[in-house]
């Protein structure tokens, strides 16, 4: 019985899961914080530690496994100390390794846990990573050519004025959108192409037309997003990469900042969704984060 993945799922729910006879595994928010070394900011993160003293069945984890396989509270309850007895016989021997959660050794019967700290159970933090942290030198030294264009720049502007003449500049704004955090985030993490904007002279409406046979109707609750692109071809063509890969791949729509999201897959099951992105993750891109279709 894998009693590691029915841990790991309530972990994301849940500060705190107790295995009845073997202790219970904690969850610790830890914020946003400055990496001074690497000049980063790390997204939030939910850590798990271990406390041995937790070992009274609160039926959390029993009645978690008894849903999930559609089995009696009992008939959980037994396999769950079942698993438990094999772990403290193992121990004896060797060290004991619970997947995306940590590992335990036994040192002069002391029973040590080293978490593994390679997934956010943080969902809020989903799609979220690194940020730099750069720092920006400004140079304010006046030099004395500097302060002779102030000076003819005085009666250049009264020049202007006298003669009734007017200037004006076009004035672009950048706006460089983020999809981790959201997420995430989602974040911090996709690659999000800047658009510009002509304030003073808006471009015409144009209006995009994807074929129908590269877009999913979200009919899904949960998608594993591969990326926003602001031209739709790059998306098609992402979703084309994605299912040489072997995913299953499709445009899901528009997010809120009018880019086309691709997603890996979808899903209606929580669990699967949040499996799938671990393994994508780890094999394929290290920034995907789950969309949840409310």
């Known amino acids: 019985m894998q ?11 849940y500060e705190c ?6 202790g219970g595994f904690v969850s610790h928010t830890i914020p946003s914080k400055r990496n001074v070394e690497n000049h980063q900011f790390t997204p939030p993160t939910k850590t798990i530690s271990f406390n041995i003293n937790l070992q009274k069945n609160d039926g959390l984890l029993i009645n978690h496994i008894a849903k999930s396989l559609n089995i009696s509270f009992d008939h ?8 438990v007895e094999n772990w403290q016989k193992n121990l004896q021997e060797s060290p004991l390794l619970l997947n995306n959660i940590g590992q335990f050794t036994l040192e002069n019967e002391q029973l040590i846990f080293e978490p593994l700290n ?6 809020s ?6 940020v730099s942290a750069d720092y920006i030198l400004r140079n304010n030294i006046v030099t004395p050519k500097t302060e ?19 200037f004006a500049s076009s004035v672009y704004v950048q706006q460089q959108i983020n999809q981790q955090e959201i997420v995430d985030q989602q974040a911090v993490t996709n690659q999000i192409q800047q ?3 002509n304030i003073l002279k808006p471009l015409p409406a144009v209006t995009l037309t994807i074929e129908k046979e590269a877009i999913k109707e979200i009919s899904y609750k949960y998608h594993i997003i591969a990326g926003a692109f602001k031209e739709p071809e790059n998306a098609i063509k992402k979703v084309d990469l994605l299912k040489e890969k072997g995913f299953n ?20 099951d929580k669990r699967d969704a949040i499996n799938t992105l671990n393994a994508i993750r780890i094999k394929d891109n290290k920034h995907a984060w789950l969309f949840i279709n409310e």
């Open 3 to 13: 009693l590691s993945k029915y841990i790991s799922d309530l972990l994301y729910r």
């Open 17 to 22: 899961v107790i295995v009845p006879n073997f």
């Open 76 to 83: 959980a309850a037994s396999m769950v100390q079942n698993t």
């Open 118 to 123: 390679k997934i956010n159970y943080l969902t």
């Open 125 to 130: 933090s989903f799609g979220l990573s690194d």
């Open 148 to 166: 002779v264009k102030r000076s003819y720049g005085k009666y250049f502007a009264a020049a202007a004025v006298i003669a009734g003449l007017f």
């Open 195 to 197: 658009a510009s904007f």
């Open 249 to 268: 791949a499709s445009i899901i729509g528009l997010n809120k900042w009018g880019l086309t999201q691709v997603s890996y897959a979808s899903f209606n």
